[in-house]
Structures are given as structure tokens and as C-alpha cells.
């Protein structure tokens, strides 16, 4: 029996083995070399289940090559962050994200999944992008995310603490929806945010067709199902963007179960980034007093006023004023973002007039080598500077730095595919950072001290990883800032000077 054993394994190892080099040997001589995986067939695959796309970190060190593949079988990716090429990426026409944007026809009818693409998929990427950009009408919108903002705040503060994860969930829930949808807007029902979170938790499996027990299925069902109740009557203060998207998908023939789940499946693009960010910019800045306490002094000399009975917070100042919370904010993001860009190979192309990326094949640009690049950021480019975004010339704080270009800070995505709610998502967490450093003393629970807590690894779909346990925080209000506090839109400019541009 034993015996039989052996040689059934023998006869796999020979067969996987086979498999890898005859793939291999069937590529075109001009495609990118292939990683040689540490088990034939399969290694590719366990490498990703135990690191996700931070697996691109070890394979990246295995090959000298400025772009190489990894191969399972015929299923191939290219993986590349050379920033030679990925200039040329850039500027091709044949490398695309749309692909990405297209719902899939398991959510949709066939009919709309024909119809979302080409031109009509542009025209709804384009009206994302006018309708957050700032100006009056986004900064209506971020002061509906304020007030809530105040309240979420007003209710942590009538506990003595709080699990900062779950707290930031809620808050960017409500505070966000108010913004995008109107003040009664479908989140506000429990039962619809909790479904909300089971769906996102879930994402990675229905994508893949995986949920036996049905519940991430159920749980977008009902977001489905608040969102038709929604637009059945939508609110006046619906934001631009979500009036916007509702007007182009009717006007070219979207049916009307189809328009509102496509406009629900905005929620997976809206919470789950924003909320890991501001987890560990809390993190971030609190864990450290002397930063703490500069934040806290910048705020409240250029962004905060008095009122008869406590303060205003002053939208336009923090924006544009507030450098040293910027900063710690984008040296969060750059030191945390693990994301990696997708781009669809849509026809043959040969990148560079050497490289051979084949038609149908997807092609990886990872985030987080760029964000640790020495020769961009420095020798200290691992450690966490939480001056080193503050622009020369902003107080003594400003050091002489090598200038960063915006291709070199990547959290927003890889132009031309970046994220159009840049200013709006980073006015919310600048926001709730003014709020809660002003307002509120956060330590750490467990009498310990902050630690380092771990993120969770795997196939993680926020760009940030969320941390693997929630932390919890003793929470008391600070005697500065006691009173009633509201917010402003404030005068002057209120677009935020982000490093990505
Ligand atoms: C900190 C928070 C956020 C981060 C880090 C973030 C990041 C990104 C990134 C990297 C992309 C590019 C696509 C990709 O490579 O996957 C993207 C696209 C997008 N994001 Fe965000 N995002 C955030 C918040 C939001 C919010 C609040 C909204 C909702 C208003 C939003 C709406 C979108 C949309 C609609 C797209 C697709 C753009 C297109 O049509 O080309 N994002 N986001």
C-alpha cells in the first residue's frame, strides 16, 4: 500500500512538474519571463492565499526583470512597477481599467451588461469625476458629512470607550451617506449597514462564485432592496453625483431594477477604502504626543473659531492650512497602501517594442515598491515621517526634501484611472481628525500602550489592510475643547493640495 502511495505521489510531482515547464515552454519567447513558482502548478496559488498581493513583494526579489509573468497553467499576469514602463502604461490605449468598472452580468441583466461599456462607461466615469470636484456644490456635500460627523463624535463621547474599528465603520457609514445620498439616506437603517459590511466581508467570495450559505448574497440583496426603495422617491438633497449617474443610465436604456444596483455597488468603492485610512491615521497620530500635540496647535490656531457657547470648525482653513495633519495623513497612506492597479490587455501589445503582453491576459502594477523606493523618497524611505509631506516654506516644520512628483504617491490609483473622490474622501477623514484631536483624549484600553497591531493578510480588498483585531480606546473629552461645536464651509479655496495631484 505503501508502496502504491509512493509512486501515486511520484507520478503527481512528475506530472506538476510537466505542467509548469510545458506552459511555460508554450508562452511567446517575447512575453515576460515567468517566476518560477517554489511548488509547480499550485505554488503561485498558496502564495497569494497567504500573503495576497504582498506576495508580489517576495517575487519581485526573486528576478532582476523590470516586468515578468506570473503563470498558473495558461491563466497569466504580468507584473510589473518599473517606472519606465509604467509611463508607457500610462499612455497606451490598449492597457485599460475600464474592463474592471463593468458589472457583472450574474448582478445585471445581460442586456445592461452589453449596454455598460465603450462610450456609455466613459460618460459614467466622466460624470464621477465633474460632479465630486470641488467647488460649491461638493462643499454642500462635505457639510452634510460634517454634521454627522459632529454627531457620531457627540455619541462617542457618552462612553468611556469604544472599539476604534467598529466606531470608525458606523461613523464613515453614516457620515459618508449623508453626503452621497441626503440625510436619510438607506444606511441609516441598521439592518442595511450591517448588510452592508456581511456583502463587503464577503466581496472577495462572491466574486469568485463562492458563497454556499448564500449570506454575502443575502446581504447585497438587501442593500439591492434599500436602494430601489430609495429611488423610488429620492430625496432632494441627493448629491450631484448620485442625481448624475441616475439621469446617464436612464437616458440610455438602463432598466430600473439595474440602475439601482449599479448605484448601491458605489458603496463598495466608497466605504471600505475610507474607513481602514482613518483607523490608522488615528492610529498613527495618536500613538505618537509630540505629533498629537502639533495637530492639535495647527488646528486650533488656523482652522477653528469661537462661537457664543464653543467653536466652528472651518472647512476651507483645514483644507488648505493644515499642513501637518496632511501630511501625517499622506505619510499614512503612503507607508500602509498595498494596492496593486489592474489593467486589462485588450489587444496584443508590445510594450517598450520588446515585451509581448498578450490580448485577454491581466496586467499587475503594484503600489507598495514605489511607495518604499529609495532613490524617490529617500534613505528613511521605510520609516514613517510624519513631516514629510509639509511643503517648504510652511513653518519651521518644512524640511528640504527631495520634491515628490504626483506619479510617485499612488493611494489615489495610477493616472489616468484615479480615484474621484480624492478631495472628498480626504475632507472626511481630515475632518473627522480635526474633530476628534480637538475634542477627544484616545488611549489605548489595555493599559499597554499602543503596540503595533497587526493587519490581516490574504486577499484583502480595501487598498489599506484592515488591522487583524480591532483596538480599543478609553475615551474622554478634552477640557480645551468642551462646548458645542458646528461646522463651516468657511471662504477661499477648499481644494485640498493632495501629493497625487
Ligand atoms: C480613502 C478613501 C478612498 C481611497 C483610498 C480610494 C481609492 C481608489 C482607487 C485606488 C481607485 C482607482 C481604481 C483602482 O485602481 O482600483 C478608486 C476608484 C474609484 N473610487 Fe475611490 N477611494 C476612496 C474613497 C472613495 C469614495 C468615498 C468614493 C465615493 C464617492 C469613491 C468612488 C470611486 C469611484 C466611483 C471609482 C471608479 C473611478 C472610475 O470610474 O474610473 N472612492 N478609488
Known sequence: MLHEVSLVLVGVVILAYGLEFLFSHLDDPREPRRATPTVPVIGHILGFLRGGFDYYGTTSQKTDAEIYTIGI????????????????????????????????????????????????????????????????????????????????????????????????????????????????????????????????????????????????????????????????????????????????????????????????????AAYPNTVPTLFWTVYEIYSRPELLEAVRQEIANKAVRRSDDGFILDLAALQTECHILLSAYQETQRTRHSQVAFRMVLEDTLLDGQYLLKKGNVLHIPAKPTHMDTSIWGPQAAVFDPYRFVPAGAGEEARERTKIVPSSFLPWGRPPYMCPARQFASTEILMTMALLALRVDLTPANGEGWGKPAVRSGMEVPTIPRPKEDMRLRVTTRKEGAGRWAVAIGVGKTRISLASG
Request: charged share 25%; hydrophobic share 40%; net charge neutral.
Open 73 to 268: 497553467l495558461n491563466f497569466k499576469v504580468y507584473i510589473t512597477h518599473a517606472t519606465r514602463l509604467t509611463q508607457m502604461i500610462q499612455r497606451s490605449k490598449t492597457l485599460s481599467f475600464r474592463p474592471f468598472l463593468q458589472v457583472s452580468n450574474k448582478v445585471v441583466t445581460d442586456e445592461t451588461h452589453a449596454l455598460f461599456n465603450g462610450e456609455l462607461l466613459e460618460n459614467f466615469s466622466a460624470v464621477s469625476k465633474e460632479t465630486l470636484t470641488p467647488g460649491p456644490r461638493l462643499d454642500v456635500q462635505n457639510l452634510r458629512m460634517g454634521h454627522e460627523l459632529l454627531t457620531e463624535i457627540d455619541d462617542m463621547l457618552k462612553g468611556s470607550d469604544v472599539q476604534l474599528l467598529e466606531w470608525a465603520k458606523h461613523a464613515i457609514v453614516q457620515a459618508t451617506g449623508a453626503g452621497l445620498y441626503g440625510v436619510q439616506h438607506p444606511f441609516r437603517d441598521p439592518e442595511i449597514e450591517n448588510a452592508l459590511w456581511t456583502w463587503e466581508d464577503r466581496r472577495p467570495r462572491l466574486d469568485v462564485g463562492f458563497d454556499p450559505l448564500n449570506r454575502g448574497y443575502n446581504a447585497r440583496a438587501k442593500v439591492f432592496e434599500a436602494f430601489r426603495k430609495y429611488f423610488s422617491n429620492m430625496p432632494d438633497d441627493a448629491s450631484p453625483i448620485i442625481r448624475e449617474r441616475q439621469k446617464i443610465l436612464a437616458q440610455n436604456g438602463i432598466c430600473e431594477e439595474d440602475r439601482y444596483k449599479m448605484q448601491a455597488i458605489l458603496s463598495t
